[in-house]
């Protein structure tokens, strides 16, 4: 019998790159509605004409939730503050109040605690959720542990042959760090350390299919960095 819940795991990587890839498709055409508006009002104004067609709004705009979306993935989803968010959304001017006044930090605060799902924050630090789409498409000798310190140890303790690669959490071809499961600078606090939050690992039995993934991936120039205290 189908195991629902291992299939619905599986599946969650499609329904998490399609989803990002419909809120891109919205917030590009949104844009692109306020573009056209503006173009048209102008063009009618030239013309002498009666504008026909309203000017761009408040219901053609980014939500801010959907500001904050496109800001942190043009961002590469890095950590940004809650200060930094709200100065950018305003600079570029995705999203303005209702009284035309700029986003306030504590909107900003108050709108990524309403969106649990969406954004994660550490502090006034907010990035999202979302899976980097490089991670989509990891083939089957491959393990990621992100947000599993236990699996990630648990898997150490039963490959001791085993390599891993240490990547950021939005994996990058400037930081890939080839370990093995003896490595000492993976034997402090378990409990205390978050192992795998700010840094994901991806692990194998073999070092090939981790290497193959990265040029895959980022191009042949992403070869990964042996740990000196693994490999020297």
């Not at 919205?26 to 030239?46: D, K, N, P, Q, Y």
Request: charged content about 30%.
């Amino acid at each position: 019998m189908v195991d629902l819940e291992s299939a619905l795991e599986q599946a969650r990587p499609k329904i998490e790159k399609a989803l990002a890839d419909a809120q891109d498709e919205l917030t590009a055409l949104r844009r692109r509605e306020s573009e056209l508006l503006t173009l048209i009002g102008r063009a009618e104004a030239m013309l002498g004409k009666e504008p026909v067609t309203a000017t761009p709004g408040p219901t053609q705009q980014l939500t801010l939730h959907e500001a904050l979306v496109q800001i942190l993935r043009e961002n590469g989803n890095e950590w940004m503050t809650v200060h930094e968010l709200a100065q950018a959304v305003t600079e570029r001017e995705l999203y303005r109040k209702k009284d035309g006044s700029p986003v306030e930090v504590n909107q900003v605060h108050a709108r990524t605690n309403n969106y649990k799902s969406v954004f994660e924050k550490d502090g006034a630090k907010v990035r999202l959720r979302e899976r980097s789409s490089v991670l989509n498409t990891l083939p089957e000798q491959i393990t990621l542990f992100q947000d599993d310190d236990e699996g990630f140890f648990d898997w150490l303790d039963e490959h001791p042959d085993g390599f891993f690669l240490n990547a950021e959490r939005n994996p990058g071809p400037r930081y890939l760090v080839m370990h093995q499961p003896s490595c000492p600078h993976f034997k402090g606090d378990r409990a205390k350390m978050r192992w795998t939050k700010d840094y994901i690992k991806l692990c194998a039995e073999d070092s090939t299919p981790l290497e193959d993934w990265a040029e895959e991936a980022f191009g042949e120039l992403a070869e990964p960095t042996l740990c000196s205290s693994c490999f020297g």
